[in-house]
Nanobody, 125 residues
Framework: QVQLVESGGGLVQPGGSARLSCAAS????????IGWFRQAPGKEREGVAC???????NYAESVKGRFTVSRDNLKDTIFLQMNNLSPEDTAVYYC???????????????????WGQGTQVTVAS
């Protein structure tokens, strides 16, 4: 059974940075698109960033220029580097796998089948 585990969340001061990781068991990432999503209290889940197997990347407008998604296929790990964080970035962050094959990726949650349990990122002073 595919299991995804996110790590790297925590309390971050406004303007600070955090790096999230997503690792998988019983699954090889390197041929799939991986997405990062987040859900803040009282809000719907939203797509943040994704990276395809061709390393094509896609970002939500709200994080462009601040977040960077990357992948290490040798380690089967996906990263989300988050810089210049603001309280509006506070949310539970999830990684997810698109089981299809595509050179690109979209931030559409219904295209992703396997989800991690999430990691909390809180931006506060």
């Amino acid at each position: 059974q595919v299991q995804l585990v996110e790590s790297g969340g925590g309390l971050v001061q406004p303007g600070g940075s955090a790096r999230l990781s997503c690792a998988a068991s019983e699954f090889t990432f390197n041929s799939r698109s991986i997405g990062w999503f987040r859900q803040a209290p009282g809000k719907e889940r939203e797509g943040v960033a994704c990276i395809s197997s061709y390393s094509f990347t896609n970002y939500a407008e709200s994080v462009k220029g601040r977040f960077t998604v990357s992948r290490d296929n040798l380690k089967d790990t996906i990263f989300l580097q988050m810089n210049n964080l603001s309280p509006e970035d506070t949310a539970v962050y999830y990684c997810a796998v698109d089981p299809g094959f595509s050179s690109t990726c979209e931030l559409l949650s219904h295209e992703y089948s396997y989800w991690g349990q999430g990691t909390q990122v809180t931006v506060a002073s």
